[in-house]
């Protein structure tokens, strides 16, 4: 089982960048899909998270109206599009896997992926 985490790099503050994580080695039909970051120096924090049929998601407060998850089933694929990136979106970005939305806004999953860096220049 591994997810795939991609995408992270080096922009400057305002600009964007979009992650994605693929899912292989199992299905996760019926899984939500989440991110979540950790700056250095700091705990992990919850990003986003969407639910199996994409109908449903939830977002961190200091990533509303910035950040959009959206996920591709066909392609066990869930993205992360990062818009008007700030300084403090610094941080290694990783997905998740597991059975509900209120698990993974609360921090635990059942799966985790590698993280990609992102850092943004202020």
């Known amino acids: 089982v591994q997810l795939q985490a991609c995408g992270g790099g080096l922009v400057q503050a305002g600009g964007s960048l979009r992650l994605s994580c693929t899912a292989s080695g199992r299905t996760f039909s019926g899984y939500a899909m989440g991110w979540f970051r950790q700056a250095p120096g700091k705990e992990r924090e919850f990003v986003a998270v969407?639910?199996?049929?994409?109908?449903?998601?939830r977002y961190a407060d200091s990533v509303k109206g910035r950040f959009t998850v959206s996920r591709d089933n066909a392609k066990n694929t869930v993205y992360l599009q990062m818009n008007s990136l700030k300084s403090e979106d610094t941080a290694v970005y990783y997905c998740?896997?597991?059975?509900?939305?209120?698990?993974?806004?609360?921090?635990?999953?059942?799966?985790w992926g590698q993280g990609t860096q992102v850092t943004v220049s202020s």
């Open positions: 998740a896997a597991d059975r509900t939305i209120a698990t993974i806004a609360t921090g635990r999953a059942d799966y």
């Open positions: 969407i639910s199996w049929s994409g109908g449903a998601t």
